[in-house]
Nanobody, 124 residues
């Protein structure tokens, strides 16, 4: 059964770093574009970053460009989100997602499969 499982969240001070991991199980998920969304309290879920099936193409939200980096290790079926220079506004539940269309369309990444979400809290 296809499943996405996030790990690596937690509490960090402003200016610090965290690395989120998303482990995919089930063959189809490893062939899809994968990425991250986040949802802060009282706000709508928003796109953060995505990476193509091969890892050659990445897409980022403007709010995190230059601070976050997405990557994937196909051998481990795992996608990573390295988050540096965190600010309190990055506090949210982060969700791993997979887009089953097989290609990454910049600005149009969608979640057809979802992880359960993981909390990231940045203190000031």
């Amino acid at each position: 059964q296809e499943q996405l499982v996030e790990s690596g969240g937690g509490l960090v001070q402003a200016g610090g770093s965290l690395r989120l991991s998303c482990a995919a199980s089930g063959r189809p998920l490893s062939e899809y574009a994968q990425g991250w969304f986040r949802q802060a309290p009282g706000k709508e879920r928003e796109f953060v970053a995505a990476i193509s099936r091969t890892g050659a193409v990445m897409d980022y939200a403007d709010s995190i460009k230059g601070r976050f980096t997405i990557s994937r290790d196909k051998a481990k079926s795992t996608t990573y989100l390295q988050m540096n220079n965190l600010v309190p506004e990055d506090t949210a539940v982060y969700y791993c997602a997979a887009d089953n269309r097989g290609i990454l369309l910049r600005g149009r990444f969608r979640g057809d499969y979802w992880g359960q979400g993981i909390q990231v809290t940045v203190s000031s």
